[in-house]
């Protein structure tokens, strides 16, 4: 059984190898997933990752039980995160969990007899985003994922989708990494990598950016800040660059770039959905 609960998980070349198979599986319909069952298992808000996960799934011909409110599930009684889990074991081959605190997704695995997927667990990482947001760069460069200047704006302490990005682009050579943010929600300093630079000024490194990774300010995890990025400015970026967003946006971006040929964000809901598909046949099948 492998659970997927952070990037150390995933080795490099299982990542390309996962890749390369969504690049020519796309998110065509099949049998492959017929007669198993998902749990997606959602005790904070979602739209896209719950979304992903079970269209991954049923486009496999597979099933899901979703519990996405889990004000209606026993959780409201009193049940405990690994007793559900140990429930939901029961009826499902594997469990996609999102949780606000920070560690659950571990102890929920201690005890699962199913595979469990890390859907984000509070400030922690989310794995699943970086296998999408990691194949957005590599799918729209030349199939390579080093020597780039990525520049990363927002809540980058309480993000988790920047720091399993983050972990999963250190392993390559040559990769910058342009920190912005105010002082408050700067990216946590025991996990900084060896190239980085942090300013709280988005020019003093847009014109210098292949990658700009944009994210929402996490105001549910206490953060307070709010920041939008102007069209000038992002028309200071280099022709070639791309524009990530894990979404939701409030902000952060204007709706004016959004036909931007460097804007991806829309896309990179598209292969998260191939990479999903991917993943879930891998974990499963
Ligand atoms: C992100 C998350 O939940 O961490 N959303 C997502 O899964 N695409 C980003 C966010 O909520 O800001």
Redesign the pocket.
């Known amino acids: 059984m492998q659970h997927l609960l952070s990037v150390d998980d995933m080795k490099e070349n299982y990542i390309f190898d996962l890749w390369s198979k969504a690049i020519d599986q796309k998110d065509n319909y099949s049998n492959a997933l017929k007669n198993k069952i998902l749990t997606n298992l959602f005790y904070?808000?979602?739209?896209?990752?719950s979304s992903s996960f079970y269209s991954a799934m049923v486009r496999q011909g597979g099933s899901v039980i979703p519990i996405n409110n889990v004000k209606f599930s026993s959780a409201i009684k009193g049940e405990s995160l690994e007793d559900t889990v140990m429930t939901m074991a029961t009826m499902s081959d594997c469990i996609v969990l999102?949780h606000p605190v920070t560690g659950s997704v571990a102890k929920a695995a201690n005890v699962s007899k199913v595979p469990i997927i890390n859907?984000?667990d509070g400030e922690g990482e989310?794995p699943t985003?970086t296998l999408l947001d990691g194949f957005t760069i590599f799918y729209n460069n030349n199939e390579k994922i080093d020597n780039l200047r990525i520049t990363m704006i927002g809540?980058l302490r309480n993000?988790?989708?920047v720091k399993s990005l983050v972990k999963l682009l250190s392993r390559y050579s040559g990769n910058h990494f342009n920190f912005v943010s105010p002082k408050e929600l700067s990216f946590p300093k025991e996990s900084l990598p060896k190239n980085a630079f942090e300013t709280t000024k988005i020019n003093n490194v847009i014109s210098e950016t292949d990658v700009l990774y944009v994210?929402?300010v996490?105001t549910e995890r206490g953060s307070d800040h709010k920041y939008s990025l102007s069209l000038e400015q992002l028309n200071l970026l280099p022709k070639k660059s791309i524009v990530m967003h894990?979404?939701?946006r409030v902000s952060e971006i204007p709706r004016e770039f959004d036909n931007d040929p460097r804007a991806k964000y829309f896309d990179q809901?598209r292969y998260?959905l191939w990479c999903r598909m991917v993943l879930l046949k891998d974990i499963i099948a």
């Not at 904070?44 to 990752?49: D, F, G, M, Y």
């Open positions: 904070e808000p979602s739209t896209r990752t999102r859907a984000g989310h985003q809540d993000g988790r989708t994210t929402r996490q894990p979404l939701p809901m998260g």
